[in-house]
């Protein structure tokens, strides 16, 4: 016998809560696969830096990826978190943010886990920058530091809707506030800005620019990427990502119109991307036949102006058409490409090039949107219709360079010291020896790799075994 079911009587008051609750549990699912998708971006940035440096030192750079995502993830849960998104002025201060504690947040976990991964990114930036010389130390504690206070209180500022710049604010700077909508600015110039001064404190790698006698060379001494595969690899990774990292700032998918929002992020950061990439490779080729009168295609210059374009499109990519999209990638790979000339010409040794990736296309991304933003897709994201700079309105331009200054002035002003306690603690170098043989060798227990061959002996019994030449 079928046993017949209770029919449960449908309400339109039930019907509304099924649905609700539905869209409410699709718009996690969607963050919590954006997040991952961003936090996969670790990955290829570890595989970026290893790529980038010496294969002595893969082991220490590898392990600092891993610490980025570590300490990250500590630093963001104890206070970071708060510290963005709790109420206050200046920053949270205080809230069921901080630690986690009693958290409730909307009633969503997934607040957290999401802004951790961004917090990340802005961390590991750093990594690839003072790959090769940094004492681990110093770096664990600048990535708990950057990520539990000095990123968050530019998040505060920016994406908090009590922050002082904010689009969110109940009364935004100018009527409109600054534009950043996944973190050119927030995110990116941060990492960079960070990156730079780390750079200039710690100084450059030994041989870059100096001999051993401290005498400068007549030409920078380039050392060679050990791994153009997995600088590759790398690079094509982060791209991925940065399909987490843009689309997925609309924070939710089901709202309407939300779908469309994502929809113009993932087309404008994909055309930003391949137009950074190709300018950035046939400006540098230019800039070689120009001065040397030899035509050369640079991978390097590719995948990172490929970087740059990503970076610069992320303030404005939900505010931009299409063609504006390709003129921001162009751009971003003609930045990265003389920004990166300008620090060796300063003698400032950036092992991977982050710092013109991150620091300088992020100043153009946050200038892009601010010229660039058209005013049907201002009016989509912000329920605003205020526009760049091209659309004759240029309050949103000031807007963008009042929050380049802030960045700016907020990291200098506490990174600075932060690095120079730990320089001159020295806590924040290794020892010269220790860098000439690498730091796998020094920190880490031996080399990455195992470059053995077999023992000679055995070798020459197995070619006179199977008549083979021992020559």
């Known amino acids: 016998?079928?046993?017949?079911?209770?029919?449960?009587?449908?309400?339109?008051?039930?019907?509304?809560?099924?649905?609700?609750?539905?869209?409410?549990?699709?718009?996690?699912?969607?963050?919590?696969?954006?997040?991952?998708?961003?936090?996969?971006?670790?990955?290829?940035?570890?595989?970026?830096?290893?790529?980038?440096?010496?294969?002595?030192?893969?082991?220490?750079?590898?392990?600092?990826?891993?610490?980025?995502?570590?300490?990250?993830?500590?630093?963001?849960?104890?206070?970071?978190?708060?510290?963005?998104?709790?109420?206050?002025?200046?920053m949270g201060t205080s809230g069921d943010r901080f630690f986690l504690n009693n958290y409730s947040g909307g009633g969503s976990y997934i607040d957290f886990f999401f802004q951790f991964t961004f917090a990340a990114t802005a961390a590991t930036i750093v990594?690839?920058?003072?790959?090769?010389r940094c004492k681990m130390v110093a770096y664990l504690c600048y990535s708990i530091f950057l990520?539990?206070?000095?990123?968050?209180?530019?998040?505060?500022?920016?994406?908090?809707?009590?922050?002082?710049?904010?689009?969110?604010?109940?009364?935004?700077?100018?009527?409109?506030?600054?534009?950043?909508?996944?973190?050119?600015?927030?995110?990116?110039?941060?990492?960079?800005?960070?990156?730079?001064?780390?750079?200039?404190i710690l100084g450059p790698r030994i041989g870059r620019f100096y001999d051993e006698d401290g005498n400068p060379l007549d030409k920078p001494h380039d050392f060679p990427a050990h791994s153009v595969a997995l600088q590759v690899l790398g690079t094509f990774i982060l791209w991925f990502g940065w399909y987490g990292f843009n689309p997925g700032s609309t924070l939710s998918i089901s709202p309407d119109g939300y779908g469309d929002i994502a929809g113009l992020c993932a087309v404008t950061t994909t055309l930003s991307a391949a137009a950074g990439a190709v300018s950035s490779m046939f400006t540098d080729t230019l800039v070689g036949f120009l001065s040397e009168g030899e035509v050369e295609y640079d991978l390097t210059m590719c995948?990172?102006?490929?970087?740059?374009?990503?970076?610069?499109?992320?303030?404005?990519?939900?505010?931009?058409?299409?063609?504006?999209?390709?003129?921001?990638?162009?751009i971003s790979g003609i930045v990265y490409v003389f920004s990166s000339k300008l620090l060796v010409m300063l003698k400032i040794d950036d092992a991977v090039d982050a710092i013109p990736v991150h620091f300088f296309n992020g100043i153009w991304g946050c200038l892009a949107t601010g010229l660039l933003a058209s005013p049907r897709h201002t009016a989509m994201s912000y329920g605003a219709t205020n526009c760049g700079l091209f659309y004759s309105n240029g309050q949103l331009i000031l807007n963008e360079v009042f929050g380049i200054l802030f960045i700016a002035g907020w990291v200098g002003a506490v990174m600075t010291p932060f690095f120079y306690v730990l320089n001159m603690l020295g806590m924040f170098r290794v020892d010269p020896l220790e860098e000439k043989v690498g730091l796998d060798i020094s920190h880490h227990k031996g080399a990455a790799y195992d470059l053995s061959s077999p023992d000679a002996g055995d070798v020459e019994v197995f070619q006179s075994k199977h008549g083979k030449d021992s020559a």
């Not at 490929?306 to 003129?327: D, K, N, R, Y």
């Open 1 to 90: 016998m079928v046993r017949q079911l209770e029919e449960t009587p449908v309400t339109l008051e039930g019907l509304a809560a099924q649905v609700s609750m539905l869209a409410g549990n699709t718009d996690v699912f969607y963050t919590l696969f954006c997040g991952a998708a961003i936090f996969l971006m670790q990955c290829g940035f570890a595989m970026l830096c290893a790529g980038s440096i010496r294969q002595k030192n893969v082991k220490n750079i590898m392990l600092k990826n891993m610490l980025d995502a570590c300490g990250g993830a500590l630093g963001y849960w104890a206070v970071g978190f708060g510290v963005a998104y709790e109420g206050g002025a200046f």
């Open 127 to 132: 990594a690839g920058t003072v790959a090769e």
């Open 147 to 200: 990520t539990g206070f000095v990123y968050p209180v530019v998040v505060h500022a920016i994406w908090n809707s009590a922050g002082f710049l904010s689009a969110f604010n109940s009364s935004p700077l100018g009527g409109v506030g600054m534009i950043d909508f996944a973190g050119s600015g927030v995110v990116h110039m941060t990492g960079g800005a960070t990156a730079l001064i780390a750079a200039i």
């Open 303 to 330: 995948m990172n102006g490929c970087l740059g374009g990503l970076v610069g499109i992320t303030a404005g990519c939900s505010v931009v058409e299409p063609w504006a999209a390709i003129i921001i990638g162009v």
